[in-house]
């Protein structure tokens, strides 16, 4: 049974730092590649960023780069995204995610978490 779980939510101030956690369970995790995607109140679910199975290559959304950073330890099957310098318009539901293409199409996806609350206050 696959198992992609997220921790690390919370509420922050704007310019704070958080760092979320994703442990998976019941797949070859060095194989897959990991992402992150997130959803706000209304809006559709959009992609934030996602990393090779061997951590070699990434992609970010144009709005979160140079602030959140994905990386992985595959000895710990778990994928981390740090956020800092977070802004009120980062407040989502962040999801992690396991593929076998490097997408930002939630398509692409098979294995999703059940999401973790991030609030950033003004």
């Known amino acids: 049974q696959v198992q992609l779980v997220e921790s690390g939510g919370g509420l922050v101030q704007a310019g704070g730092s958080l760092r979320l956690s994703c442990a998976v369970s019941?797949?070859?995790?060095?194989?897959?590649?990991m992402g992150w995607f997130r959803q706000a109140p209304g809006k559709e679910r959009e992609f934030v960023a996602v990393?090779?199975?061997?951590?070699?290559?990434?992609d970010y959304a144009d709005s979160v780069k140079g602030r959140l950073t994905i990386s992985r330890h595959n000895a710990k099957n778990t994928v981390y995204l740090q956020m800092n310098s977070l802004k009120p318009e980062d407040t989502a539901v962040y999801y992690c995610?396991?593929?076998?293409?490097?997408?930002?199409?939630?398509?692409?996806?098979?294995?999703w978490g059940q999401g973790t609350q991030v609030t950033v206050s003004s």
């Open positions: 995610n396991a593929g076998l293409l490097l997408s930002r199409s939630s398509s692409a996806y098979a294995f």
């Open positions: 019941g797949l070859p995790f060095s194989s897959y590649y």
């Open positions: 990393i090779s199975g061997s951590g070699g290559s990434t």
